[in-house]
C-alpha cells in the first residue's frame, strides 16, 4: 500500500520560511517524479514544483521561483519543499504526490496522493 506522509506546515508570519517533508513508502521512490501542489479555499488545485526521479531536473511555477526549493532523498524515501519568503498568497494546504511521469505538472499525471498539510501565512 503506497502512503505519502506530509508534515512540516504551519502559520508562519509573511517573509518567514518553513520546510515541508514527504514520506513516502509502498513504492519505488527513486521510480516516480515528485510533485508539490496547492490549493487554496475556493480555488483549484495547482502546481508548485516539481523534481524527477534522479533529483536532476526541477521545474517551478513562476510564482516561486527564487523562493521555494524542491529536494529528494531517495536512500531515505522523502521529498523536502524548502519555502522561504512566504507571502499571505502561499496560504494553502499543500500536496505531496507521485508521478510515474518523468517530469508532472498537472494532477491527473500523479498516480498517489499525500493528504496534505495547511501553510498559513499571515501578513
Request: contains cysteine.
Amino acid at each position: 500500500q503506497v502512503q505519502l506522509v506530509e508534515s512540516g506546515g504551519g502559520l508562519v508570519q509573511a517573509g518567514g520560511s518553513l520546510r515541508l517533508s514527504c514520506a513516502a513508502s509502498g513504492l519505488t521512490f527513486s521510480r516516480y517524479a515528485m510533485v508539490w501542489f496547492r490549493q487554496a479555499p475556493g480555488k483549484e488545485r495547482e502546481f508548485v514544483a516539481v523534481i524527477n526521479w534522479s533529483g536532476g531536473r526541477t521545474v517551478y511555477v513562476d510564482s516561486v521561483k527564487g523562493r521555494f526549493t524542491i529536494s529528494r532523498d531517495n536512500a531515505k524515501n522523502t521529498v523536502h519543499l524548502q519555502m522561504n519568503s512566504l507571502k499571505p498568497e502561499d496560504t494553502a494546504v499543500y500536496y505531496c504526490a507521485a508521478s510515474r511521469m518523468t517530469i508532472a505538472t498537472k494532477p491527473d499525471e500523479c498516480d498517489y496522493w499525500g493528504r496534505g498539510t495547511q501553510v498559513a501565512v499571515s501578513s
